[in-house]
């Protein structure tokens, strides 16, 4: 089994940063691909940014793109999430996720393991 959390999160001003990191233990991390997703209240999980297992390939939403960066460091089983010029409809959960394999990362049912999750806040 791959343990996952998260870290990172905590209460910014709209238009500043944050970076979230998720620690990974367990089985091999660089076995599986990884994923952020978020989810506000009253919403369903949300997909944010996708990576292959290792780190060649990323994948958005568009609302993300230009402002969120995802990377990883297998040397050292950690995922990163960089956010930038961040708005208040960035407000949520923000879970990592890691999957052995899949067609499409947005879909939340190919991933096979979730840390437990970090707030982030965003002042309007």
């Known amino acids: 089994q791959v343990q996952l959390v998260e870290s990172g999160g905590g209460l910014v001003q709209a238009g500043g940063s944050l970076r979230l990191s998720c620690a990974a233990s367990?089985?091999?991390?660089?076995?599986?691909?990884m994923g952020w997703f978020r989810q506000a209240p009253g919403k369903e999980r949300e997909f944010v940014a996708g990576i292959n297992w290792s780190g060649a390939s990323t994948y958005y939403t568009d609302s993300m793109k230009g402002r969120f960066t995802i990377s990883r460091d297998n040397a050292k089983n950690t995922l990163y999430l960089q956010m930038n010029s961040l708005k208040s409809d960035d407000t949520a959960v923000y879970y990592c996720?890691?999957?052995?394999?899949?067609?499409?990362?947005?879909?939340?049912?190919?991933?096979?393991?979730w840390g437990q999750g970090t707030q982030v806040t965003v002042s309007s």
């Open positions: 996720a890691a999957r052995m394999g899949g067609n499409i990362y947005s879909r939340t049912t190919e991933y096979d393991y």
């Open positions: 367990g089985r091999t991390f660089s076995w599986y691909d």
